[in-house]
């Protein structure tokens, strides 16, 4: 019973992808001071640490990838689905990487709506991933690139995002 009315919460948290906070911490001025000193100074020390909001949806910095952002869905104070995420403004190209959804709410339109949302966000961008997709993979990917400028190739950064 408590199963089921997790998966319907989880399925009513898919289609609530504008309720979303966003924390940015140091993260902009780091990069800038990385940019003008050619990446001298400005070198983040130990891994990010991005809080915790109360919204449904956070877009945070990636707790896994500097200069990467994230996106995930909190369900009952849990994170239940997440990927980082970079953007490119000035090539139009954005890359995903590392979709997971907590296994106990797969098949409920998490990471499709995520991903969706992200596309909102930085409309007119080619989304990407950097590969090494699991065979297991290919049918969420499969799925969630149906129409997708890009289609969720395999495409390694351009220089303006991998140099700094």
Known sequence: MAFDV????????????RELGRAYGLEP????????????????????????????WQDTISPTRYGWRQR??????????GVDYRVCRRC???????????PEYQRCGLAKAGLAALRTDF?????????????????FWNSVSACVLGGYEQRDLCPHVERY
């Open 72 to 81: 995930a869905a909190n369900l009952h104070g849990e994170a239940v689905f």
């Open 123 to 139: 409309p007119r961008m080619a989304w990407h991933t950097l590969g090494g997709r699991l065979t297991d993979a290919r049918p």
């Open 29 to 56: 001025l780091r990069l800038q001071l990385r940019r003008i000193t050619r990446g001298r100074l400005g070198q983040p020390k130990g891994w990010p640490n991005p809080p915790q909001l109360s919204t449904p």
């Open 92 to 102: 139009k190209l954005a890359w995903v990487e590392e979709p997971h959804t907590d």
């Open 6 to 17: 997790d998966r319907q919460a989880a399925l009513r948290l898919a289609e609530q992808t």
